[in-house]
C-alpha cells in the first residue's frame, strides 16, 4: 500500500527535525538561544532545550552536554542583562529624597534580603528572567552574590529542561514529534500550576491582610467631636 502524501510530509518533518537537533552545530545554537533569552524573553531557548532532550534518548545530541551548553548560555545572558541594568546609572539619575527614591531603596532592601531566592525562582516564571537580572544591575545588587545564585538558578534550570524532554523522548520513543509535544506540554502545565500557585498565594496574603485592619480595633470618637454636629 503506497503511503499518504500526508504521511511522507509527517516523515519528511521529522527527518529534518532530527538532522537539525543531532547536528554538532546544535550546541552553538542552544548556547545563542540561552544568551539571547536573558534579554529577548520571546526567544524559544526553553523549548530548544526541551527538544534536545528528547532526541538525545538515541545518543544524538548528548544530554549532559545540552544540559552544560544550555546553563553556560544561561548563565552568561544573566550576566549581561545584570550589567545593562547597572550601566543605566538608575541609582544615580534618581533623587535623593522623594517616592522614587523610597521606592527605590526598599526594593535594594528587598533584593538584599531575599534576592538570591528571587532569582531561583524568577526563572521559572515567564519573563522573570529579564525582569529579575535587569533590577537586581540595577540596584546594585553584589555581583559576586549574584554570579553564585545565577549559577544555581541556571543549572536547575537546564536540567529541569534537559530531563523533561528526555522523559518525553524516552516516553514516546519512536514517535519523536509526539515525544516533544509530550515534553512541552508538561512543561507548559508546570508553568501554569506555578503561576496559579503563586497568585493564591497573594490572593490569600492580600485577604489576610484586610481582616487584620478590619479586625483592629477601633479608637472611639470623643464626645467633644460629636457635639457640634448634635446641636445642628
Not at 537539525?20 to 520571546?42: G, H, I, N, R
Request: charged share 15%; hydrophobic share 50%.
Amino acid at each position: 500500500m503506497s503511503r499518504t502524501p500526508s504521511v511522507n510530509r509527517f516523515e519528511d518533518m521529522i527527518e529534518l527535525l532530527e538532522s537539525a537537533v543531532t547536528s554538532p552545530w546544535v550546541y552553538l545554537a542552544l548556547f545563542a538561544l540561552a544568551v539571547l533569552d536573558a534579554f529577548f524573553p520571546a526567544v524559544p531557548s526553553e523549548t530548544m532545550v526541551i527538544t534536545a532532550g528528547v532526541f538525545a534518548i538515541s545518543g544524538e545530541p548528548n544530554l549532559a552536554l545540552v544540559i552544560v551548553v544550555a546553563a553556560v548560555g544561561a548563565f552568561c545572558g544573566d550576566h549581561i542583562s545584570y550589567q545593562i541594568g547597572r550601566s543605566t546609572g538608575l541609582a544615580r539619575r534618581i533623587p535623593p529624597t522623594g517616592r522614587r527614591r523610597a521606592a527605590f531603596d526598599w526594593a535594594s532592601a528587598a533584593l538584599n534580603k531575599r534576592g538570591g531566592l528571587l532569582l531561583v525562582v524568577a526563572r521559572y516564571i515567564p519573563g522573570g528572567r529579564t525582569a529579575a537580572t535587569l533590577t537586581m544591575g540595577a540596584c546594585g545588587y553584589p555581583r559576586a552574590r549574584f554570579a553564585l545564585f545565577d549559577a544555581i538558578a541556571a543549572g536547575s534550570w537546564a536540567i529541569y529542561c534537559g530531563m523533561i524532554g528526555f522523559l518525553g523522548g524516552a516516553a514516546f520513543e519512536e514517535n519523536r514529534l509526539a515525544g516533544v509535544a509530550f515534553a512541552l506540554g508538561t512543561a507548559i502545565t508546570l508553568t501554569v500550576l506555578m503561576e496559579l500557585s503563586r497568585w493564591l498565594l497573594a490572593r490569600r496574603r492580600a485577604k489576610g491582610t484586610s481582616v487584620t485592619v478590619l479586625t483592629e480595633p477601633v479608637a472611639p470618637v470623643p464626645t467633644a467631636a460629636l457635639a457640634p454636629a448634635a446641636e445642628k
